[in-house]
């Protein structure tokens, strides 16, 4: 009798803890940002708290990194035995090659998790992405347009988007190979393909999945998933960062001759 | 208007004033001179500036209250080789063996300077200044020195006023903001009110708020890098520079006329105005390797939906003059 009584009671507080984290998730699902057009709003600025930039695997600590866990489903990428040894070369050599220690284009995926904000800027027909970083900027079609037919290798590939129920589904395509995946030397070929899928785990918080395909590259596809946070401080907005022109940014403007 | 006054004779200033109070009391901008530009067309399309005063809105609205300017625009009577004489030559321009240069004709069958006031069309320089720009011109005939390239030709961004005539670009407009998205970078037009940057941080785009006052976003410009130069002909503002600008848009939404007053204490003399006329461009228009470059997206043959080339620089790897081109097709 007794203990009837009390798993009635742990199966009425289970019910009530149940009911409670439905109605949670609803509510949170009510509370994200919509557009006019009941669409998840994503304009604002974000970034990831992850390591993943300095390596998208799980990494120890270097002199030019902290430590991480990485981001990779499984841990590890899954190379093709000569693209490992490209990656490899890559490595050794990532403070000379890697495109964003020149100021380069970041590219896609890496801008999303590279460790300064971004600014989403969303309407019902487009996501224009900008990063603080360089001077690049990616347009996420909604409007219901497929990639070119006869298309172009991109710096940050072309990417047509369409909803399913509160995720964004974006399927990224016509890449060149100039960009990189992370500060390690992960790397890609004009062949890279990737399917994202953003969502809200709540208002202040996006989740960001993406699968990466490059048979040129990849045994096979992989996926990689980060959390971005929104950036709520005071005042917060991005300050232009053109990183590659401070090589030569002393010669502008002309200046007065010393007294 | 304030910036202008100081070119005009009290009995000018009274009668501008009675028209723009008739303008404002009928509730209509004065869009009378305002004719809609010609389709297609190179670089130097027009030769004049249209006359657009400030005044009430009485297009479309955003839902957030913007007037909607949003769209492809682009500057329409030249690019940034001069520019105080916009359809003449890059100042010192050589002629190239086996050619000959194209007659100019008269000063006055051109587009005027967009020094807009002091009247003479020049920037009001400092001596020390004004050499500079002098020695640039020369320089970037044959740069022998870093100064003498033009940083845009390096991929930087095109900067303040530059952007407005290097290629075509698209205003968006978003609640709280409006965002000019170059092809050699991005400057967002805070709308919120929230205080600028603090004052050591320097930006080749400066830092910019806004405001919309009828027809006109009335944009205060602070933070500069001063690094961005006005064209080739090498004319230039310091970090010190501040940069007060005025978009006055026609209600029809066809054109604007960018009107701004640049002051800088250590580099010219008195503060000068800045006008830059600019046009909408439409599905109507043809693409336009220079003003529009866009083409049609892949819609399975819907509707015409047309598709930005990608906003990209060329990584430095352009030629010189060369590297800030968008990698369109």
């Not at chain 1, 917060?236 to 200046?255: A, G, H, N, S, V």
Request: with cysteine; charged share 25%; glycine share 8%.
């Amino acid at each position: 009798m007794k203990t009837q009584k009390a798993q009635g009671l742990f199966l009425r507080s289970a019910v009530a803890t149940l009911a409670l984290l439905v109605g949670h998730a609803a509510m949170a699902a009510d509370k994200i940002p919509r557009l006019a057009n009941g669409k998840p709003d994503f304009s604002g600025i974000w970034q990831t708290t992850s390591a993943a930039d300095y390596d998208l695997e799980p990494h120890s600590n270097r002199k030019d990194a902290p430590p991480g866990p990485g981001i990779v489903e499984g841990n590890v990428i899954p190379y093709l035995p000569k693209a490992l040894e490209q990656k490899k070369k890559n490595f050794e050599n990532r403070d000379t090659l890697d495109p964003a220690k020149k100021g380069w284009t970041l590219g896609v995926p890496r801008a999303v998790y590279y460790p300064e904000p971004f600014q989403i800027f969303e309407r019902a027909a487009d996501l224009n992405i900008v990063p603080q970083f360089g001077h690049s900027v990616r347009t996420i079609h909604t409007n219901h347009t497929d990639h070119p037919t006869d298309p172009n290798d991109w710096w940050l590939g072309d990417s047509r988007g369409h909803w399913e129920g509160d995720t964004l589904v974006v399927d990224v395509a016509d890449f060149n190979d100039k960009t990189w995946l992370d500060g390690a030397g992960n790397f890609h070929s004009d062949a890279l393909h990737i399917v994202e899928h953003w969502k809200f785990i709540d208002a202040n918080t996006l989740e960001y999945k993406a699968t990466i395909e490059d048979p040129q590259v990849f045994s096979r596809p992989w996926n990689i998933s980060v959390i971005l946070d929104r950036h709520r401080e005071k005042n917060f907005q991005l300050i232009e960062d053109y990183r590659y022109t401070l090589d030569y940014d002393q010669y502008y403007p002309p200046k007065p001759a010393k007294q | 208007m304030k910036q202008r006054k100081r070119m005009f004779k009290l009995s000018t200033i009274l009668f501008l004033s009675a028209s723009i109070m008739a303008a404002y009391a009928a509730d209509e901008v004065r869009t009378a001179p305002v004719q809609p530009p010609k389709l297609g067309g190179g670089i130097a399309q027009e030769k004049t500036v249209p006359v657009i005063l400030s005044g009430a809105w009485s297009g479309k609205r955003l839902a957030d209250g913007q007037p909607d300017i949003s769209g492809h625009w682009s500057n329409t009577i030249s690019n940034h080789s001069n520019f105080t004489d916009p359809q003449g030559r890059i100042p010192g321009e050589p002629v190239r063996a086996g050619t000959t240069q194209r007659p100019l004709g008269a000063r006055e069958d051109r587009a005027p300077s967009r020094v807009s006031d002091p009247a003479d069309g020049q920037v009001p320089f400092q001596a020390w200044a004004l050499e500079k720009v002098k020695e640039f011109q020369v320089g970037f005939q044959n740069p022998t020195s870093p100064e003498y390239i033009e940083p845009l030709a390096r991929c930087a961004p095109a900067g303040i006023p530059k952007s407005l005539y290097w290629h075509g670009y698209e205003i968006a407009q978003y609640p709280g903001y409006v965002v000019f998205f170059f092809s050699s970078g991005t400057r967002i037009i805070h709308l919120n009110g929230k205080p600028h940057l603090p004052e050591n941080i320097k930006l080749w785009n400066g830092d910019s708020r806004g405001h919309w006052e009828g027809n006109t976003l009335v944009v205060d410009v602070a933070n500069h890098n001063g690094k961005a130069l006005f064209g080739r002909s090498g004319e230039f503002i310091s970090e010190n520079g501040h940069i007060a600008e005025r978009y006055i848009f026609d209600s029809k939404g066809l054109r604007y006329n960018y009107v701004a007053e640049f002051t800088d204490p250590t580099v010219y003399t008195r503060p000068f105005t800045v006008t830059i006329p600019a046009r909408k461009w439409t599905e109507k228009d043809k693409p336009n390797g220079w003003h529009f470059e866009v083409e049609p997206a892949n819609t399975g043959n819907r509707e015409l939906v047309l598709d930005r080339f990608e906003r990209i620089c060329t990584e430095n790897n352009g030629g010189f003059g060369l590297g800030a081109a968008s990698t369109g097709k």
